[in-house]
């Protein structure tokens, strides 16, 4: 399984940014997609998860509300979608796959795409 991640960039506080994913190789339908974040300085903590068929999308507290994840029906492709974005958001975003639906610790995903770098300003 291979993971790219992509669509980082500079952003205003208050602006929105969509990230994406792409997956090859055997993803099975009852695995989960994870994004993760690493601040400067600070440990990579989880974002956001949805299960590869594209249901059942769940967030950690930090982001609930501002962000929402989904997965294109046609495309290997997850999206995290980023919106009312704070300097706090900035971090480098990575994107992971596991067998675990729910899983928000790093242990429980075993495929990692490099880091996209999101940086808000304020």
């Known amino acids: 399984v291979q993971l790219q991640a992509s669509g980082g960039g500079l952003v205003q506080a208050g602006g929105s940014l969509r990230l994406s994913c792409a997956a090859s190789g055997r993803i099975f339908s009852s695995w989960v997609m994870g994004w993760f974040r690493q601040a400067p300085g600070k440990e990579r903590q989880f974002v956001a998860g949805i299960r590869w068929t594209g249901n059942g999308p769940y967030y950690s507290d930090s982001v609930k509300g501002r962000f929402s994840i989904s997965r294109a029906n046609t495309m290997s492709t997850v999206y995290p979608q980023m919106s009312s974005l704070k300097p706090e958001d900035t971090a480098v975003y990575y994107c992971?796959?596991?067998?675990?639906?729910?899983?928000?610790?790093?242990?429980?995903?075993?495929?990692w795409g490099q880091g996209t770098l999101v940086t808000v300003s304020s």
């Open positions: 992971a796959a596991g067998r675990t639906y729910g899983a928000t610790l790093l242990v429980d995903y075993k495929y």
